[in-house]
């Protein structure tokens, strides 16, 4: 979410970017024209600032920037940042679980008040929907595949597996080639994609750029509440996003073609403020196959 923020700022501004932050993402923000450099924010570097005396190199980084953005929770790295800089802003990434506000709504918010993007615009973000549509800009054969992305950050977060296997078999049903996507948190779920019937083809991207070249490749894809997801969404994929016990309300993907699952269910999302699902799991076992299925069929540019 942070990137479409920042691409509010841009807008507002004009003003160049420089990214602390995760390798894939950095480099994902400098390919799509938004950050002129970026660097790893797990470095001993970037660590210092943790510490008493941040190293001359992160020094003199922060206080040759005009103004720096802290996307953190963390109030001493926000004072180690606001002691080297000429003006620091502290972003909290999101709001307090619970608090049904949507992430990016939030994130604007601040950066409105802080007068980094436009006052006149609300948190409205409709307008930004097409800023990174490389799906637009590609072409593709009409035997695209559709990509199934099985995994997240969270076992808690994913549909059965056994519902991507039959959301794989309607589509082959179909004529439509669908292939799966493991990233490398997803442990465990190769094992159950080799028991499948028809045996599915595994890509594993190695980098978020590779990532975005399968993504703006294919027809349309489908997946849980992930970081996968929300690339997917952002770069104008048309996305089926599964959600269960985490809240859309809060964490629904942007993007021009994306549309939200969630199964029936009564219950408020807990993901956030429980540490297991409930027993009967509705939320994401009731999403069917054939609602999915409908949607990837109909996915096309528009």
């Known amino acids: ?38 660097f790893p924010v797990q470095s001993p570097e970037i660590a210092s600032l943790y510490g008493p005396a941040p190293s001359p190199w992160v020094r003199e980084q922060i206080q040759a920037r005009d103004s720096v953005l802290v996307f953190s929770f963390s109030r001493d790295l926000f004072s180690a940042v606001q002691s080297l800089s000429r003006q620091a802003y502290s972003i909290p990434p999101r709001p307090k679980p619970g608090e049904r506000v949507h992430v990016l709504d939030r994130i604007l918010s601040h950066l409105q008040k802080a007068g980094l993007v436009d006052p006149e615009a609300g948190t409205g973000y409709s307008h930004m929907l097409h800023a990174f549509d490389l799906y637009a800009r590609a072409g593709r054969p009409a035997n695209a595949p559709v990509l199934l992305h099985p995994g997240s950050g969270s076992p808690r977060k994913n549909w059965p597996l056994e519902s991507f296997g039959k959301l794989f078999d309607a589509l082959e049903e179909k004529g439509i080639p669908g292939k799966m996507v493991l990233g490398p948190d997803d442990h465990g779920l190769e094992q159950g994609l080799e028991a499948w019937e028809r045996k599915p083809e595994i890509l594993r991207p190695e980098s978020l750029l590779e990532f975005k070249d399968l993504l703006t490749a294919s027809r349309a894809y489908a997946g849980n509440d992930s970081g996968a997801t929300h690339v997917a969404a952002m770069l104008g994929v048309p996305a089926a996003a599964l959600f269960g016990p985490s809240d859309p309300v809060r964490w629904r993907p942007v993007g021009p073609r994306v549309q939200v699952f969630r199964g029936e269910c009564e219950s408020v999302p807990c993901f956030e403020t429980r540490e297991k699902n409930c027993r009967e799991g509705k939320c994401l076992d009731s999403i069917a196959p054939g609602e999915i299925l409908e949607f990837l069929e109909l996915a096309r540019y528009k």
Do not use: R
């Open 1 to 38: 979410m942070a990137l479409w923020g920042l691409q509010a700022v841009v807008e507002h501004t004009g003003c160049s970017l420089t990214l602390f932050c995760a390798p894939g993402l950095g480099g994902l923000a400098k390919n799509l024209g938004l950050a002129q450099a970026a």
